[in-house]
């Protein structure tokens, strides 16, 4: 494991105090595996539906990949200890950009949770715990509550993974708003996740990128901030880039928030920014005159732009967030940050306390991290089979699925409906729990 921070509180016996820098098996060559004899039937459909061979897989669940929003959560612990509401806006950015960061490369597709499914997870050294909860099967459906072990904020929403298929690429729109309260400042702020594409499914390496307007919107005080994630464009220029600007409620622009998702990010006055933009143009326009780079249309796999420099940094800027690097061996497990490699952790004490419904105890994505492929397809087969014969059962008897730990309501904030956490998990009373593996 890796070495513990001084000053930590004692571990709570669910908390999980040194984490795996590793998994248990290297991932195997998906190059044996044809996706193209699947995916040819779906051209433009919704992939939900569709069950995918395992080989695609990495061994999360998607309710454990939305866990991942939290990797940086001393983000949201920064912003709730800053006293002035633009510098919390700024920190708030910085969070919602960071928490998308660990898409970067992650070309294995989460599993698809069960109805009923759960995921929960306390991290003492970053002051929160998390519980999640499959609420919706078609549409597959994520909600998510996470608290400040010191009620500070809590974070919470709920994510409809809408994915479409494109010929060579997959999109998926993360539909759903996400919802962070600054309890102490009387805050809230909401965004939507910017869209994530995956490219040459069927030939090529595979290569990822996001793109979108996020708006977040702090409901206290009418400033908004909006970002652009840039989709990649003809020569690779923008991409993983990341540019935007917070303004108050007449539009006023406040400051300029530029970066990478998958590296950075910066604020600076929007004033030092733009004359810092006038004079790289003139020097650009002076150097592009003669070189126009081919390109043929359609050749047979998108193949990724080169990665540009790295962000280069205006003059007077204030660093925002870095992301942390990820592990030596990253590329033989899944391109798993140090983060997600933890999160599949089953120690001990811990079996008796989560609930039986946690991803944890999930028999086919526990295989495949043990690197057993044909056990964890068979698994994953039967645990389809056995959710399919549970629905037909309670259609014949004509009852209603119930949800056992989020409930619909209204968001207090947007006045839309979604999934709020109606409290009790970490009372660890799991009586009548679904049997769902």
Request: net charge negative; glycine share 6%.
């Amino acid at each position: 494991g890796t070495l513990k921070p001084l000053e930590s509180p004692p571990p709570s016996p669910n908390s999980v105090s040194h984490q795996e820098t590793s998994l248990p098996a290297a991932m195997f060559s998906r190059s044996t595996v044809s996706i193209w004899s699947i995916l040819k039937k779906c051209i433009g459909l919704e992939l939900s539906k569709i069950t995918m061979p395992i080989a695609f897989n990495e061994p999360l669940s998607f309710l454990q990949r939305i866990t991942e929003y939290m990797e940086h959560t001393y983000l949201i612990n920064r912003a709730c200890s800053l006293s002035d509401s633009r510098e919390r806006m700024q920190a708030v950015a910085a969070f919602a950009v960071s928490a998308v960061a660990s898409q970067w490369d992650r070309t294995g597709k989460p599993f698809n949770p069960l109805l009923g499914e759960t995921y929960e997870l306390t991290r003492e050294n970053q002051g929160f715990r998390l519980v999640s909860e499959q609420v919706s099967h078609h549409p597959p459906v994520s909600a998510f509550h996470a608290e400040s072990l010191v009620g500070d904020f809590v974070f919470h929403g709920s994510i409809y993974p809408k994915l479409k298929f494109w010929g060579k690429s997959v999109e998926a729109e993360p539909k759903g708003t996400i919802t962070l309260e600054l309890l102490k400042h009387h805050e809230a702020y909401t965004w939507t996740n910017p869209y994530c594409c995956v490219h040459n499914i069927i030939l090529g390496k595979l290569w990822i990128e996001q793109y979108g307007t996020v708006e977040i919107v702090n409901h206290s005080t009418g400033d908004k901030c909006v970002l652009n994630f840039k989709p990649c464009g003809m020569f690779g220029k923008e991409l993983h880039k990341v540019e935007g600007y917070i303004q108050d409620k007449s539009k006023k622009k406040h400051c300029v928030i530029y970066g990478k998702w998958t590296e950075c990010m910066w604020s600076v006055d929007p004033q030092t920014y733009e004359a810092h933009k006038k004079s790289e143009r003139r020097g650009d326009n002076k150097k592009q005159k003669n070189s126009l780079p081919m390109r043929s249309e359609n050749d047979d796999a998108d193949d990724m732009p080169e990665v540009q420099e790295t962000v280069s940094v205006v003059p007077g800027s204030t660093l925002l967030w870095r992301i942390d690097s990820r592990p030596a061996h990253s590329a033989e497990m899944y391109n798993f940050t140090n983060f997600a490699m933890s999160l599949n952790e089953l120690e001990g004490g811990m079996e008796a306390n989560v609930s039986p419904t946690d991803c944890r105890f999930r028999p086919d994505i526990r295989a495949m991290e043990n690197g057993n492929m044909d056990e964890a397809s068979k698994e994953k087969e039967r645990l389809e089979d056995k959710q399919r014969a549970a629905r037909k059962e309670r259609a014949k008897n004509e009852e209603e699925w119930s949800t056992r730990w989020f409930q619909m309501g209204t968001n207090p904030y947007t006045g839309s409906q979604g999934w709020l956490y109606s409290g009790g998990y970490f009372n660890r009373n799991y009586q009548d729990i679904p049997d769902i593996y």
